[in-house]
């Protein structure tokens, strides 16, 4: 999937991601990103995976779009 950096907590490890055509905001953490963390920015471009999780779905692979 494809979506944009919403809201990034780097001190915490986590943010949001906006998905394209979706309405509901997707949760990632710092430990599923593919390129380091702390170069992702509110405003970036992605793609990334969704995978199930307990406490819901959660994006996984996340790759900035350059």
């Known amino acids: 999937m494809k979506g944009t950096i919403k809201n990034i ?3 915490k490890g986590f943010g949001f991601i906006k ?5 509901k905001d ?3 953490h710092w430990s599923k ?3 380091d963390f702390y ?3 509110k405003g970036d471009e992605v ?5 199930e999780t ?3 779905p959660q994006a996984i692979d996340v790759t900035a779009i350059f």
């Open 19 to 23: 998905r394209e055509g979706e309405e």
């Open 39 to 41: 170069y992702l920015r």
């Open 26 to 28: 997707i949760y990632f």
């Open 33 to 35: 990103t593919k390129d």
């Open 9 to 11: 907590l780097p001190i």
């Open 47 to 51: 793609e990334f995976e969704i995978k």
């Open 54 to 56: 307990k406490k819901g």
